[in-house]
Nanobody, 120 residues
Framework: QVQLVESGGGLVQAGGSLSLSCVVS????????MGWHRQAPGKEREWVAS???????RYVDSVKGRFTISRDNDKNTVYLQMDSLKPEDTGVYYC??????????????WGQGTQVTVSS
């Protein structure tokens, strides 16, 4: 059974940083692409960043240059380093195990989410 557990959210002032982690179990982690998504109040969940098994990274335009996705296959963990945070980054952040190895397409496997709140 695939399980994803996010951590690292919190309250931070604009311009600050947070680092999110997502530990994955029940899967061959190194063969899976991984992604981070977020959902702001009253809005649909949106894709934020993804990383393939080969380490190819992609970002939504609004976070390019501020967020960094990475992975540690020995720890079955994917990270999201968020710098220069803005109030519009506020939301619940979810990690997702992708369907494929060489490109990212979200699957039905989601974590429970971690709240990120950026105050102005």
């Amino acid at each position: 059974q695939v399980q994803l557990v996010e951590s690292g959210g919190g309250l931070v002032q604009a311009g600050g940083s947070l680092s999110l982690s997502c530990v994955v179990s029940g899967t061959i982690f190194s063969t899976k692409s991984m992604g981070w998504h977020r959902q702001a109040p009253g809005k649909e969940r949106e894709w934020v960043a993804s990383i393939t098994s080969a380490g190819t990274r992609r970002y939504v335009d609004s976070v390019k240059g501020r967020f960094t996705i990475s992975r540690d296959n020995d720890k079955n963990t994917v990270y999201l380093q968020m710098d220069s945070l803005k109030p519009e980054d506020t939301g619940v952040y979810y990690c997702n195990q992708g369907q494929d190895t060489w490109w990212y397409k979200p699957s039905g496997y989601w974590g429970q989410g971690t709240q990120v709140t950026v105050s102005s």
